[in-house]
């Protein structure tokens, strides 16, 4: 699904969360990359870990608006020319969605992985993971091939 199909399933006078993911880079497209779409009322923010650190270091890995908010990662690392498709996983709304985004919103401050990064262990999958395992009630994980999601 391309940005303006994803942009028409955005309600400006909800919350809402929506949980994507799209291959990871060549030659990793076995592996998924997730990231949250927080609509705060209207307010559209792109939260997710990438491998490349966030040129601010107080948020180390952790990418505000890298990219615009539906569209993959880059197929090929450092080129932005072609970008992976989006795929939700899930979207919650309303005050559940409210509290997710407040959670992920304070997220560089709480998150204890913030400056590793590794293709093996804590990556973009443990970032999500460790997000949805703070609300549990949603009923998402995340699939098999998102390596990393249980590093520690």
């Not at 399933?9 to 880079?25: S, T």
């Amino acid at each position: 699904m391309n940005n303006d199909n994803y942009n028409n399933l955005i309600d400006p006078e909800k919350y809402e969360v929506f949980i994507l993911r799209c291959p990871a880079n060549v030659p990793f497209v076995f592996a998924i990359h997730p990231w949250f779409v927080c609509n705060e009322k209207g307010k559209i923010s792109r939260y997710e870990v990438l491998f490349r650190a966030n040129n601010d270091e107080n948020w180390g890995h952790l990418h505000l608006n890298r990219f615009s908010p539906f569209s993959g990662i880059e197929i090929f690392p450092f080129s932005e020319r072609w970008l992976w498709h989006g795929q939700l996983l899930k979207k919650v709304e309303g005050e559940m969605a409210k509290k997710m985004i407040e959670f992920i919103k304070i997220s560089k401050e709480n998150y204890p992985y913030l400056k590793r990064y590794s293709l093996c262990g804590t990556n973009s999958n443990t970032y999500v993971q460790w997000v949805l395992a703070h609300f549990a009630e949603i009923g998402t994980t995340l699939p098999w091939n998102a390596f990393g999601k249980n590093a520690k």
